[in-house]
């Protein structure tokens, strides 16, 4: 399956973004999904996940209360929908499938990424 997110942008602090993952070549709907992201010198860090069917999911504490994800398995696509954006949150963004149903928090269990797209929040 290949994913490919979109949405990031250059947004100033206290703003939105919506992100997008799209899929191709494969439906999303046999799969669990993550969003992670990475900042400049920093290891790649879980965000949000959500199980295939949109009922299990979880948030870093960093975005708790802010982030948003979901899914529609009939578009094939998977969202982050990001609200009071905060300078931290910069960093690139990608999503993530995993095999079986469930979300993960660990990078390593997910089988397919996208390239990412990049956020960026002004102070």
């Known amino acids: 399956v290949q994913l490919q997110a979109s949405g990031g942008g250059l947004v100033q602090a206290g703003g939105s973004l919506r992100l997008s993952c799209a899929a191709s070549?494969?439906?999303?709907?046999?799969?669990?999904m993550g969003w992670f992201r990475q900042a400049p010198g920093k290891e790649r860090e879980f965000v949000a996940g959500i199980d295939r069917s949109g009922l299990s999911i979880s948030y870093a504490d960093s975005v708790k209360g802010r982030f948003a994800i979901s899914r529609d398995n009939a578009k094939n696509t998977v969202s982050l929908q990001m609200n009071s954006l905060k300078f931290e949150d910069t960093a690139v963004y990608y999503c993530?499938?995993?095999?079986?149903?469930?979300?993960?928090?660990?990078?390593?269990?997910?089988?397919?990424w996208g390239l990412g797209t990049q956020v960026t929040v002004s102070s």
């Open positions: 993530a499938a995993k095999y079986g149903s469930m979300w993960s928090d660990d990078l390593r269990v997910y089988n397919y």
């Open positions: 070549g494969r439906t999303l709907s046999g799969y669990g």
